[in-house]
Nanobody
């Protein structure tokens, strides 16, 4: 059974940084890509970034150059380093398993989410 758990959120001023972690159950990172998503209050969930099992990375345009996704397979953990944060980055951040090409969520397995709040 695939399990995911996010952590690392918090309150930060604009321009600051946070690093989110997505701890996955064993073998998950070998079998799936991991995507990061966020949902702001009153808005739909959107994809932010994704890393494949082969290490390829993808980003939505609004975070390119500011966010970096990485994985540590020995720790079964995927990270999202977020720099130069903006108030519009505020939301609940989730990780989820995706297919090999980061094209679709699979298993419909989501963590509980971690809140990121960026103050202006």
């Amino acid at each position: 059974e695939v399990q995911l758990a996010e952590s690392g959120g918090g309150l930060v001023q604009a321009g600051g940084s946070l690093r989110l972690s997505c701890a996955a159950s064993e073998f998950t990172l070998d079998a799936y890509a991991i995507g990061w998503f966020r949902q702001a209050a009153g808005k739909e969930r959107e994809g932010v970034s994704c890393i494949t099992s082969g290490g390829s990375t993808f980003y939505t345009d609004s975070v390119k150059g500011r966010f970096t996704v990485s994985s540590d397979n020995a720790k079964n953990t995927v990270y999202l380093q977020m720099n130069s944060l903006k108030p519009e980055d505020t939301g609940v951040y989730y990780c989820a398993t995706e297919d090999y090409y980061c094209e679709a969520v699979v298993n419909d397995t989501w963590g509980q989410g971690t809140q990121v709040t960026v103050s202006s």
